[in-house]
């Protein structure tokens, strides 16, 4: 995706909210590397890739920087701790941006909130999570919002397909329903949307081509504070982003056609075809011309 895309995925519970809080919430701005934890998780395998701090090759405002994969056929994973709560008799609202710069053919942009207690350092893809939630492109095939909600400690993918846009922008909060219900939501279990310890959040990644970047994390219960802050942040900047991009795009085009010196050489002895072509053409009509003249010579000459 060249555009980011704002994900939001909120599940209501059947009561009303008394007040709005925000459990977390990180643009990415001065200090954030105070609050993430880099994981140790593949390090001894030579396989743990990289987080660049940057607003990427295209952008709307190259001060507003997220974290983004920066290194290919690589695990990458990384987590903040916030305070503990739990969401019985709230709305939770876990909401990312993620923007796929490398025009990502199969993978995830996928984040995570964990319970309990997380060992940050070891953090990688067998720790128990309690909710994963992203896009995941794989081909023709495969072009979807993934919601994967642990119920029982058994993870249940939910059933309904919600599309994911495949290019290299960032794409809006109203692009994805605001309600993703549970598949076993009609089972009697009162407390199913219940997670009484929430404290982490985290990515965890496998990529065989990077260039995935993440911003403007959200855990809250208010789903209008959600949209605010989209629109604060992407919704400012997508305008002027899709302009970024389409400039990038236009210059690569054109330092292509220079480097690529066939067609102009192909050109060139096109010209130089025509040009004999021409020639010949012009001797052809002299000699034509020469040969009447002496062909009425010889007729007057027997006249």
């Not at 994963?132 to 023709?140: L, S, T």
């Not at 855990?219 to 997508?238: F, I, L, N």
């Not at 130089?272 to 002299?286: L, R």
Request: glycine share 6%.
């Amino acid at each position: 995706m060249a555009n980011p895309k704002i994900f939001s995925l909120i599940l209501f519970s059947v009561f009303a909210i008394a007040s709005a809080k925000v459990f977390f919430e990180e643009r990415f701005e001065d200090g954030w590397e105070n609050k993430w934890v880099v994981s140790d998780w593949k390090k001894d395998e030579n396989t743990a890739g990289v987080w660049n701090y940057t607003s990427g090759k295209w952008n709307g405002d190259p001060n507003d920087k997220g974290i983004q994969t920066s290194e290919d056929y690589r695990f990458y994973a990384i987590s903040a701790e916030f305070p503990k709560f739990s969401n019985k008799d709230q709305t939770l609202v876990f909401q990312f941006s993620v923007k796929h710069e490398q025009k990502l053919d199969c993978g995830g942009g996928y984040m995570k909130l964990l319970s309990g207690e997380v060992d940050q350092k070891k953090f990688g893809g067998d720790t128990p999570y309690s909710i994963m939630f992203g896009p995941d492109i794989c081909g023709y095939s495969t072009k979807k919002v993934h919601a994967i909600l642990n119920y029982k400690e058994t993870n249940h993918l939910i059933k309904k397909e919600v599309p994911c846009e495949t290019d290299q922008l960032s794409h809006g909060y109203e692009d994805i329903p605001k309600e993703i219900p549970d598949p076993d939501a009609k089972k009697d279990d009162s407390e199913l949307y219940v997670y009484p310890d929430l404290g982490y959040v985290g990515i965890e990644l496998w990529q065989v081509k990077s260039g995935t970047l993440f911003d403007n994390v959200l855990v809250s219960d208010d789903p209008e504070y959600a949209k605010q802050m989209a629109e604060e942040t992407w919704g400012k900047q997508k305008d002027a982003e899709k302009a970024a991009f389409e400039e990038a795009e236009k210059k690569t085009a054109e330092e292509e056609s220079k480097e690529d010196p066939v067609d102009s050489d192909a050109e060139d002895e096109a010209d130089d075809a025509e040009g004999e072509d021409s020639d010949a053409e012009t001797k052809a009509g002299g000699a034509s011309e020469d040969a009447d003249d002496n062909d009425e010579d010889e007729f007057h000459d027997e006249l």
